[in-house]
């Protein structure tokens, strides 16, 4: 019990003591798959340790005389399990990890993995609550995570939760792995039943295992087996019986699993014929051994009697060059391809097994293998110096490397010397495209041209960042002038290029000019032509009678009339297209630019002399005008003579009287500058 008082010394002196765990399924690399169909039963457990597992705030626990589990969700939902010991006065702990895309081991140094945990003990004040040995997950349970009974003599740190053995049921995640530690805290071998029930999610591989394939070994006696999925090593019958042969010429003797000493499942089966098979068609199915089952996998879940996959045996024949992976653009590198594994051994690492021949010259730099544990591959990588930019039909051809031999097989027969495969590469491909402005009034377009080399058969063009068509030569219109971005995407299936560039459509055509919107009587109005784009001609019409072509016309001198007069100015522009544009604008011809201030106004309202104001200040600058009642207070101000007294204050209607007012001034023309006095009546 985890309640027994012991000195810290005495602990890790008991914990250093113990021998390391060598039992398989007693390491995280090494643990048990289950399912959540059936109760696992642990027999016994033997005494060992491997090193400390986290417990967040509990600080750190051994994992004492343990035993892990490994499960693949499926569904996700709730994990409930129970552990139930055969002594229910021994002291189980637990603790539950996501180990998803992490190496097993990694349970021993990262608390992220953590899930879920119990290290609670089995006390006496636990069992007269009604608690036994019994730990783990349920509906019932209460709490997420339980440290140590007495944590202190494992390095814990407050707060420590309640001596409960049930935690809640954790969410776990369909595709996620986990790993279970039951570690036996009792320095004891009895034994224990794992049992999943409870929860929601679904632990248990829906998965249905089968033959994969079957391949004669090159003693032709020797078949070895893949499987669709891992089965139980101890649902394979060592008498080979689980299988049958279709032919009477060999009958099976053994069977043996793939790394069964390591482990509790396998993907493959070698199975050992009595004598050699001929040349032929054979096929090899499952069937009931006689341990009475076919090959069952971790859930229990047996292959179909029947099953079957077909080999066949050619007379033994050098391998021979079999085939070249399709090649990238620009490659540097050729994969050759192998139906029989090739001894990584006998392959040159200079590459001088092999020649490269073609349209363009290719020298080779470097060759290997794609090697497995057996220094066995299907697949040579051959390096080149540089890569093939000239498409065509290649060949490569076999020699003697450096080493005195070309590629040895397997079965350790050698490829004939010149033997050749031909491998085709493709040209690279350039974007560049030309393009021709077809520029109109109202809609400019642009053709656009690619010259279709080294076999370009796709094309994808972008206008302004927008795909508009796959056509070699689109033509592509524009409303609205200004700069334009046009890229292209070019494939001739293997290679590709983009090229893009911006091009000007620089034929906006807009007429307009400015000019004073008065004009006194004794002055010339000016114009300033603002017109854009590539005009070749200027048409004014200034209202009265009179015209100019000039681009930038002399000032214009309007007749002298008596009243004042409105004359509407028009600019037409043309630009070398025949496009034309029209801008007018409307100048009054004034009576009179005389400044002068009335002896009196009446603001009554009938629109006749209802304000004060400057008359006339067409010409005025710096101007300020006040007005004063007879009290000398304020009553108006502005530096707009455009801005008129209305003969209020705030709103309020001001007395009939005299009113003074003083304006400043300074003169446009003259840059004369006048300080005027003067009053002005108000009449209501």
């Known amino acids: 019990m985890k309640t027994v008082l012991i000195t810290i010394s005495v602990l890790l002196f008991a914990i250093h003591a113990k021998a390391q765990c060598s039992t398989i399924g007693q390491t995280p690399v090494t643990a048990f798959p289950v399912c959540g169909v059936d109760t696992f039963r642990q027999t016994t457990v033997p005494i060992c340790q491997n090193n400390t597992v986290p417990a967040s705030s509990c600080g750190s626990y051994p994992d004492t005389n343990p035993f892990w589990y490994q499960f693949t969700c499926f569904q996700s939902g709730t994990l409930g399990f129970l552990i139930t010991p055969d002594t229910l006065t021994d002291d189980y702990d637990w603790s539950l990890f996501d180990i998803t895309n992490h190496n097993p081991a990694d349970v021993f140094d990262s608390s992220s993995l953590l899930v879920t945990y119990n290290w609670s003990g089995n006390t006496s004040t636990e069992s007269a609550r009604g608690y036994t040995g019994i730990t783990g997950t349920s509906p019932s349970g209460t709490i997420d995570f339980a440290c140590a009974t007495n944590p202190q003599e494992l390095g814990g740190t407050p707060p420590y939760s309640d001596a409960l053995t049930i935690n809640k049921m954790p969410n776990i995640i ?8 039951v570690s036996h805290y009792t320095q004891t071998q009895s034994g224990y039943r794992l049992t999943f029930n409870g929860g929601t999610a679904v632990i248990t591989d829906p998965g249905i295992p089968s033959l994969k394939s079957a391949e004669i070994e090159c003693d032709h006696q ?59 068609n054979y096929i090899i199915s499952a069937k009931i051994g006689i341990d009475g089952n076919t090959l069952l996998d971790d859930c229990n879940n047996d292959i179909a009697v029947g099953d079957n996959e077909s080999f066949v045996i050619v007379p033994i024949a050098p391998t021979p060059l079999d085939s070249i992976v399709p090649l990238a653009c620009s490659p540097t590198q050729l994969q050759l391809v192998f139906s029989r594994p090739i001894e990584c051994s006998s392959i040159s690492t200079d590459g001088s097994d092999f020649g490269i021949t073609g ?18 591959t ?98 592509e ?30 034929n906006t055509l807009k007429a307009s000019f400015t000019s004073d919107d008065h004009v006194c009587p004794e002055d010339k109005a000016p114009f300033t032509n603002t017109s854009i784009g590539n005009i070749v001609s200027w048409s004014w019409d200034f209202g009265d009678g009179t015209t100019s072509s000039d681009s930038m016309p002399e000032p214009h001198s309007f007749p002298q009339t008596l009243n004042e007069v409105d004359y509407n100015v028009r600019l037409i522009v043309e630009n070398a297209a025949g496009c034309v544009d029209t801008a007018t604008r ?92 003067g009053t002005t009546v108000l009449i209501r």
């Open 174 to 181: 369909a595709g996620h792995k986990y790993l279970l530690l």
């Open 222 to 280: 020797t078949i070895a087996i893949k499987l669709s999925k891992q089965v139980r090593c101890n649902s394979l019958a060592a008498d080979g019986s689980d299988f049958s042969l279709s032919s009477a010429s060999a009958s099976i003797v053994s069977a043996t699993g793939v790394n069964c000493n390591s482990g509790f499942d396998m993907d493959s089966i070698v199975l050992t014929l009595s004598n050699v098979l001929p040349s032929g």
């Open 359 to 376: 349209p363009s010259p290719v020298t080779i730099q470097s060759a290997a293998g794609v090697c497995d544990t057996n220094n066995l």
């Open 378 to 475: 299907n697949t040579i990588n051959i390096n080149l110096t540089s890569p093939i930019l000239t498409g065509g039909i290649y060949q490569i051809k076999l020699a003697p490397g450096i080493d005195g031999n070309t590629i040895i097989d397997k079965c350790n027969l050698q490829t004939p010397s010149g033997s050749t495969l031909n491998f085709a590469a493709a040209d690279t491909v350039s974007a560049q495209f030309s393009y021709q402005l077809l520029l109109g009034c109202k809609i400019d377009r642009i053709q656009f041209f690619d010259d279709g080399k080294n076999g370009i058969n796709q094309w994808q063009w972008s206008f302004d960042s927008v795909a508009k068509s796959t056509q070699q030569n689109p033509i």
């Open 477 to 506: 219109s524009y409303t609205i002038f200004g700069n334009k971005t046009a890229q292209l995407i070019v494939s001739n299936g293997v290679c590709s290029d983009t090229s893009q560039t911006t091009i000007l459509l620089d």
């Open 586 to 677: 409307q100048i009054r011809k004034l009576r009179s630019c005389y400044i002068d201030v009335p002896s009196a106004f009446t603001p009554n309202g009938d629109s006749n002399n209802d304000y004060l104001y400057p008359l006339n200040a067409y010409k005025a600058i710096n101007l300020e005008f006040r007005v004063y009642n007879r009290y000398g207070q304020l009553v108006f101000e502005t530096k707009d003579w455009t801005r008129k007294w209305d003969g209020t204050i705030g709103g309020k209607p001001q007395p009939t009287g005299t009113y003074v007012w003083m304006l400043e001034y300074i003169n446009r023309d003259t840059g004369k500058k006048y300080a005027l006095k």
